[in-house]
């Protein structure tokens, strides 16, 4: 049965029920009526009825006993007694059997000489008995009394058996009766009056109730229009003040539900917000809850993890066997091993770890536990990579920064000591001489590292000015001619006579320079020759620094700028670098404007370009 | 009087460290390179070995473990370094007995250890010829 069908049923099982109510109410009253009438009538009648009987009793006694003192022996004698005895009408028969069963006198003298009784069936001491009989005449059963008693000093045994019809001795229908049934029927027309009243004041609440069940779904909107018209009717106008009262705690309902629904919705803003958030942290973040079920990864995890995590389906199972189903990527394996061995420690503060994935990656694992509603933890993976490798390359530099320093450091100091220990002028000449190159060779290594910090914090300084170039390059050369012509490597400039001024900034061009020739004469072998050339048009120079070292592979020449970067062979093993010059004169090249472009032959040398516009473009670095 | 070889890949730093043992008597020579100095190892008596470090083709620390261990020397050896990893050449050179001095450095220094050395060198000699 469907659930439709069911409302209507009980609907119409609604409407029903004031019918049904007051025909219950009759039917319960009028069976409670009769049942009290009948029972009323039934004990009256058989106190009639025991009084009745009693009479018919005693009288057949009587009768017998005065039969025994006459001495009526004879059949006629018999029959006049019992004429005058039952002249009274009362007696349906009177009869006087004997022995043989055969009737001696008779009220119907036709009954005189028959045989009432088969032979043998009186008994031999005849008791008095009396016994009630139905008999069906017509349509009525009519009850009949019959007693029974012996006849005492008679010369034979003799039963005296009179019969009474009740129902011609006892009156049909007492007062009592009549009362009775006048007092139910009065009842009765009293109840009807009374249900119809009933009913008349049921009907709002039947209509209300009809409607109630019609409009259960719109029921807000609809009591209104229940408003019942009968305002006199006391049901009517306590139902339309319960109409009014309904509808003001829908009012303040609908104001709790707004406000409800307010807050869910700030709350539902709140926690998205919250999740944007998380998910814009530059760290992996892993919920795991009971059990360390993972209940929540940003963003970041799953690009760390590898994996693809939905945050309204809160995956279950163990982390290790969740990411183990994710396919996380060995790192993800690890940073479980990581989550086991905090969980080996039941009461970790704070387990940190720092897991090394493929190459040079690296990252912190972090493992925090939460115990609030349910004891969980929260795991932060930190890509520390990027710091590992700035680490690196912090160490690399400094180790360079120390031998660059200290190299000229130890020259100058040698030098003074022996320009104090030694008398002999061209040795004091000498000294003088390498002092002087050895403390320039210092200022452009300060000025390097300077540049290199600056590069590194991203607040590098362009100070422009008019730079004369022609003047920086033959400078840079004769500073390393001294250097070259001790690797036994030609040095030249092959310099126009004039070149434009070019806007700039000095000193980042000197370490530019520096670098380059630097570079140059690292890789080039003693015999090799190195030469910078320039050129400068309209749209700016070009300055290039040619050698004829050992040149640099293909595969290779788009790497060489990134910073420690070192071709992997035995040649430039072989010789100190630590792979950041190239870096800071691209990065100050590119910070006037300009670019450094690089051809080679493995062998036979290499090019590098530096092109220049004649203003430096103003380039934001950094913050 | 002894022969050192210089092994350092700075010019000048050779050359002064050449001028002031050439004038207490020794005989110097020079290596810009681990592997120059490989080669003249082989081919000369060298009697104290003074070596840089970082050199090309062939470090400091690479060149002294070749000469103790394949050249079974134990001649005198002073290591100068600008590295300021002091502690892992340390770790590296415990076994072979050498000198380090860190640049930068003073050549009277240097001149100083020297003499010192090539003196333990002879009275160790002394000694054993006494024995």
């Known amino acids: 049965m469907s659930w439709s069908l069911t409302k209507r049923l009980k609907a119409r099982a609604w409407e029903q029920i ?74 349906d028969s009177l009869r006087v059997i004997n022995a043989d069963g055969d009737i001696v006198a008779s009220l119907r003298p036709d009954e005189a000489g028959t045989r009432h009784w088969q032979a043998g069936q ?192 809160e995956r279950k199972g163990s982390t290790a066997r969740v990411l183990w189903d994710l396919g996380v990527s060995e790192l993800g394996q690890k940073i479980v091993e990581a989550i086991k061995s905090a969980r080996r420690g039941e009461h970790f ?63 100058i100091r040698a030098y003074t000591e022996t320009c104090t220990e030694f008398d002999d002028p061209k040795v004091q000449a000498e000294c003088f001489n390498v002092i002087n190159k050895e403390t320039r060779r210092l200022g452009r290594l300060v000025e390097e590292m300077l540049s290199r910090s600056q590069l ?5 300084n362009i100070r422009s000015d008019d730079v004369d170039l022609l003047a920086l390059l033959h400078e840079a050369v004769r500073d390393l001619r001294a250097t070259a012509e001790n690797m036994e490597i030609e040095l ?58 050992i040149g640099i592979a293909e595969e290779h020449r788009s790497k060489i700028f990134e910073r420690m970067y070192r071709v992997d062979s035995e040649e430039v093993k072989n010789r100190t670098g630590s792979g950041i010059g190239l870096t800071t004169a691209l990065e100050i090249v590119q910070a006037h404007g300009g670019d450094i472009q690089v051809s080679s032959k493995p062998g036979e040398g290499s090019t590098f370009t530096v092109e220049l516009p004649l203003r430096a473009a103003a380039v934001e670095r950094g913050s | 009087m002894a022969t050192i070889l210089i092994a350092e890949d700075d010019a000048g730093i050779r050359h002064v460290c ?31 070995l003074v070596s840089d470090v970082e050199m090309p083709r062939l470090s400091g620390t690479d060149l002294v473990a070749w000469w103790r261990v394949e050249k079974k020397s134990s001649r005198p050896v002073i290591m100068i370094s600008a590295t300021y990893k002091r502690s892992e050449v340390d770790s590296q050179m415990r076994s072979y007995d050498i000198q380090f001095m860190a640049k930068p450095f003073s050549p009277l220094k240097l001149t100083q250890t020297v003499e010192d050395l090539l003196a333990g060198r002879d009275n160790a000699a002394t000694s054993d010829t006494q024995h």
Request: proline share 3%; hydrophobic share 45%.
């Open chain 1, 18 to 91: 004031p019918t049904s109510l007051t025909m219950v109410i009759l039917a319960v009253y009028v069976g409670s009526a009769g049942a009290m009438a009948y029972a009323f009538s039934h004990k009256r009648d058989s106190q009639i009825k025991t009084s009745v009987v009693g009479i018919i009793g005693e009288s057949v006694n009587r009768c017998a006993d005065s039969i025994a003192m006459v001495g009526a022996h004879d059949g006629e004698k018999l029959e006049e007694f019992l004429k005058r005895f039952g002249a009274s009408g009362m007696w």
């Open chain 1, 122 to 313: 009186l008994k031999r001491n005849w008791p008095s008995e009396m016994v009630t009989e139905w008999e069906n005449q017509g349509q009525a059963l009519l009850e009949r009394v019959t007693m029974r008693t012996p006849i005492a000093d008679a010369g034979e045994r003799l039963m005296l058996e009179g019969v009474v019809r009740l129902d011609s001795i006892l009156p049909p229908q007492s007062t009592f009766d009549r009362l009775v049934l006048m007092i139910f029927g009065g009842s009765l027309v009293l109840l009807l009056l009374v249900c119809r009243a009933l009913r008349r004041h049921l009907q709002p609440l039947v209509s209300i109730g009809s409607n109630l069940v019609r409009h259960k779904g719109r029921l807000q909107q609809e009591l209104c229009s229940l408003r019942l018209a009968n305002e006199s009717n006391a049901v009517a106008q306590a139902w339309n003040q319960l109409v009014s009262l309904f509808e003001d705690t829908c009012e303040a309902a609908a104001q709790v539900s707004a406000t409800r629904e307010l807050s869910a919705a700030l709350e539902r803003n709140a926690t998205s917000s919250v999740i944007e958030a998380v998910n814009l942290v530059p760290e992996g973040m892993m919920y795991l809850g009971e059990g360390h079920r993972l209940r929540y990864a940003n963003k970041m995890a799953c690009r760390l993890l590898g994996i693809e995590f939905e945050p309204a389906r």
């Open chain 1, 492 to 549: 030249v400039a092959e310099l126009p006579s004039k070149l434009p001024l070019l806007h700039a900034d000095r000193d980042k061009l000197a370490v530019v320079i520096n670098n380059l020739l630097g570079n140059a004469l690292k890789y080039t072998k003693s015999g090799g020759r190195i030469s910078v050339a320039c050129e400068a048009d309209e749209g700016g120079v070009r300055i290039k620094v040619i050698d004829t070292g």
């Open chain 1, 456 to 460: 590194d914090i991203g607040t590098m």
């Open chain 1, 349 to 411: 503060e704070t387990h940190s770890t720092t897991v090394r994935g493929d190459e040079d990656s690296a990252f912190r694992v972090r493992i925090m536990p939460v115990v609030h509603q349910e004891r969980g933890a929260v795991v932060l993976i930190t890509d520390e990579s990027q710091r590992a490798k700035a680490e690196a390359a912090r160490e690399a530099f400094v180790a360079q920064v120390s031998h660059e320093l200290r190299t000229p450091l130890t020259n």
């Open chain 2, 18 to 48: 050449m001028m002031w043992l050439a004038r207490e008597g020794h005989t110097v020579i020079e290596a810009a390179d681990g592997q120059a100095a490989m080669e003249l190892l082989q081919s000369q008596d060298v009697d104290l």
